[in-house]
């Protein structure tokens, strides 16, 4: 199945190609189709590997979903970064149908629509209360824009595990980063370890490992699970337990495709997929904290690799830096990269709630 779906995105003859394809048969118009009692759904999930797609995702569309619907509804999944398709396209294919449900990465999202990266840039949220105290300021513009700009019917918003920093040698804190070089997934990222006095290197998650054992970096950003999943614990010595970012992804539907299903089987989407996010949500935050005791090889462990790093501690100094670097550098990078009606996005939803005003780069 993954092979086909992969050679279907990259080697199919044109994107308007695929979605006639997609929405309709032979010699009839779409707009005299009628959707059938029962559908089966194509899905683009979440990363392969780590808990949310094998524990959650997987499992909902190709087995319980069918169960739930009675056999109305029934689907196949494959992960994002098997499917042959770019993270940074998805809201793209989406619009336009090639995609008819699928799982977004708001960071990837940044050349589409940077606006969608405001709730989970770098040294915003240190803890799982604030993120969801961000993601509730902002979440009805991030439906409302989506909706509007790409017709995708927003469904759900995860969030994967902190992401935090690895090192292979010894720091104490924040400041011990400063010219080391250091695996980063996003701009604003960059702009945090910038502030540090770091080099940021931009390295995908499939390639931390070789990059780290090829000498090309001397920390990694990622999840703490997900780090330990990959035996990043066995590289590094070090890891840091303040949340950098988090990895939010939005899972959603082509206007089309949404629209194919009848009002019932919409509503039992809604209401099971509200349920799915409440699971990946409770995955996330347990695994951040079960992937520093796997990491530290602390009692908490019993899920991944026990390891024996040491773990360095959120000190007030750090707290006070994460914060100045992130009113002093990431938000007012943030908005110079995407304009001034950001400015004005951030100051309407997430400013208030976090007490950070942006300023115009008018």
Not at 68 to 93: K, Y
Not at 130 to 137: C, G, Q
Not at 338 to 350: D, F, H, K, L, Y
Request: hydrophobic share 45%; net charge positive; aromatic share 6%.
């Amino acid at each position: 199945m993954r092979e086909a779906w992969s050679s279907g995105w990259r080697h199919g003859a044109t994107l308007a190609a695929a979605v006639a394809a997609l929405w309709t048969w032979p010699g009839v118009p779409l707009a005299q189709q009628v959707a059938p009692a029962a559908q089966h759904l194509r899905i683009v999930g979440g990363l392969a590997g780590l808990n949310q797609y094998t524990r959650h995702e997987e499992p909902f569309w190709t087995r319980e979903l069918a169960r739930l619907s009675g056999g109305q509804l029934t689907a196949e999944i494959v992960p994002f970064d098997r499917a042959g398709i770019r993270g940074q396209e998805m809201l793209r294919l989406m619009n336009l149908g090639v995609v008819p449900f699928g799982t977004a990465l708001l960071s990837q999202s940044v050349t589409e629509l940077p606006e969608v990266t405001a709730p989970d840039l770098a040294g915003l949220s240190p803890d799982v209360a604030t993120l969801k105290r961000v993601i509730a300021a902002f979440r009805p513009h991030l439906e409302a824009t989506l909706k509007k700009r790409f017709g995708i019917e927003v469904l759900a918003v995860y969030a994967y595990p902190a992401q935090v920093v690895f090192c292979n040698k010894p720091f104490a804190g924040l400041s011990g980063l400063a010219e080391r070089r250091v695996r980063v997934s996003s701009p604003t990222q960059a702009d945090w370890v910038q502030a540090l006095g770091g080099r940021p290197v931009l390295v995908g998650f499939a390639d931390i490992m070789a990059q780290m054992r090829g000498g090309n970096l001397d920390c990694a950003i990622t999840g703490t699970m997900s780090g330990n999943t990959i035996g990043l614990h066995k590289l590094t010595s070090h890891v840091h337990a303040m949340a950098v970012s988090w990895g939010l992804a939005v899972f959603g539907a082509n206007g089309a495709a949404w629209l194919s299903l009848v009002p019932e089987q919409q509503a039992l989407l809604r209401r099971e997929l509200q349920r799915l996010e409440r699971d990946i949500w409770a995955e996330s935050e347990r695994e951040t904290g079960e992937g520093l005791a796997c990491n530290t090889g602390a009692a908490g462990c019993k899920n991944g690799n026990p390891g024996q790093m040491i773990e360095v501690r959120t000190s007030p100094a750090d707290e006070l830096r994460r914060r100045q670097i992130f009113v002093q550098s990431v938000l007012p990078r943030w908005v110079q990269r995407c304009g001034p009606s950001c400015a004005e996005v951030w100051n309407q939803t997430i400013g208030p709630a976090v007490g950070i005003e942006a300023r115009s780069s008018r």
